[in-house]
Structure formats: structure tokens, C-alpha cells
């Protein structure tokens, strides 16, 4: 069983749309969660960091934490063609420093 | 400016030759990563470094090796004893219990 679980799509959604995108993980000592996009034959841009189990917005984005379900998600509002991209989740613990991640979900946004 | 730095863009490989590919970071981060990623996958790593002259295996380690001898360098060198090298090299930095950024990648094609 992998350590990180993320549906590899790919998700198609017409522009306006909310797109809910998940990862889910078995290692309890994760504590630190972000999640990326990645555009093809780019390195991945951070979209979001958070440490605790709740909600943090930061404009058309919504990262949550579930830490007793193990669960993270992305939410983006008002989705633009210029979200469609490969959308990775990551995760660390406060020990090992490793840092690890999920497959990737990629993303259309159709106008 | 403050960044992470990987070179070249493309690399290319002959069979049985052992190729070293560049990552600088002048973030002041403590810790450094390697990924490999193949095409529609996610990052998989591969070795990742704490601190100055000290390193762990990461998930596919086989037929890689790492250096970390200054805070700022953490090259990868890419073995003939790696059978399936053809991949996009990722590298990435952060300071423990924060979020990491990445460079703009490597692309290495066995010719």
C-alpha cells in the first residue's frame, strides 16, 4: 500500500465549476500537508501549506485536513481554463524530514 | 533572486555512461530533495538530505547517487547501473516543517 493515495483522474469540468480534488494517507506521523500544480515540463508551483486539521483559504482555494480520517482536499472555486494543470498533494512528518507524494490528479477546465 | 536552480534543462545519456545533474539553492534551506517523475506519474523520490554531509535513500534509490557537501549543493548523479534513466529530475528544498519549492527540472533522455 502506498503511503499517499491520490485519484489520478483525469477530471474534466466546465469553467465556473468547483473542483474538489483528494488525497488520502496511511502514515499517522504526517503532519505537514501541501499541495502543488504542476503545468507539463514545469517544475510544481506551491498552492497551499497547512499543519493542522481544519480549513485554510487563500483566494479561489480551500485546502482541508481530516488528520482522524487521514483525508486532505483542495477545493477551487470559480474554476478558469488556466487551472487545468496536474494538481499533486504532499506530505512530511516532523522526524524523518522525508517528504513524500501523491500521483498526481490532472485537471481540464473547459471554457 | 532567492531560488532554487537545476542544470541543465536537458541532458542526454549513452548506454553505460554515468551522467551528474545540478541542483543550487541560495534559500538558506536546510533540507534537499530529489524526485524522479515519468510521464502521466507523480514524483517518486529518490534521495533527500537533512543536512551538510548526511543523506537518506529515498523510495527508488537503485542506480543514483547524492553529495551534499555544501548547505547550498545537493547533486545527483545518475548511474549506468540505472536501467531506465529517461525521466524528468525534479529537485526541491525547505526548511524542516515548512513547505517546499521546487526547481524547474532536468529532463534526461538515454540516446
Known amino acids: 500500500q502506498k503511503e499517499v493515495e491520490q485519484d489520478p483522474g483525469p477530471l474534466s469540468v466546465p469553467e465556473g465549476a468547483i473542483v474538489s480534488l483528494n488525497c488520502t494517507y496511511s502514515?499517522?506521523?504526517?503532519?505537514?500537508f501541501m499541495w502543488y500544480r504542476q503545468y507539463s515540463r514545469k517544475g510544481p508551483e506551491l498552492l497551499m501549506y497547512?499543519?493542522?486539521?481544519g480549513n485554510k483559504e487563500d483566494g479561489r482555494f480551500t485546502a482541508q485536513v481530516d488528520k482522524s480520517s487521514k483525508y486532505i482536499s483542495l477545493f477551487i472555486r470559480d474554476s478558469q481554463p488556466s487551472d487545468s494543470a496536474t494538481y499533486l498533494c504532499a506530505m512530511s512528518d516532523g522526524n524523518t524530514g522525508k517528504l513524500i507524494f501523491g500521483q498526481g490528479t490532472t485537471l481540464q477546465v473547459k471554457p | 533572486d532567492g531560488g532554487i536552480t537545476q542544470s541543465p534543462k536537458y541532458l542526454f545519456r549513452k548506454e553505460g555512461q554515468n551522467v551528474t545533474l545540478s541542483c543550487e539553492q541560495n534559500?538558506?534551506?536546510?533540507?534537499m530533495y530529489w524526485y524522479r517523475q515519468d510521464p502521466g506519474q507523480g514524483l517518486r523520490l529518490i534521495y533527500y538530505?537533512?543536512?551538510?554531509?548526511?543523506?537518506q535513500k529515498g523510495d527508488i534509490a537503485e542506480g543514483y547517487s547524492v553529495s551534499r557537501e555544501k548547505k547550498e549543493s545537493f547533486p545527483l548523479t545518475v548511474t549506468s547501473a540505472q536501467k531506465n534513466p529517461t525521466a524528468f529530475y525534479l529537485c526541491?528544498?525547505?526548511?524542516?516543517?515548512?513547505?517546499?519549492?521546487f526547481g524547474q527540472g532536468t529532463r534526461l533522455t538515454v540516446v
Open positions: 534559500l538558506n534551506h536546510d533540507a
Open positions: 526541491a528544498s525547505r526548511t524542516l516543517g515548512t513547505e517546499a519549492f
Open positions: 502514515n499517522s506521523a504526517f503532519q505537514y
Open positions: 497547512t499543519y493542522s486539521s
Open positions: 538530505s537533512q543536512i551538510v554531509n548526511d543523506f
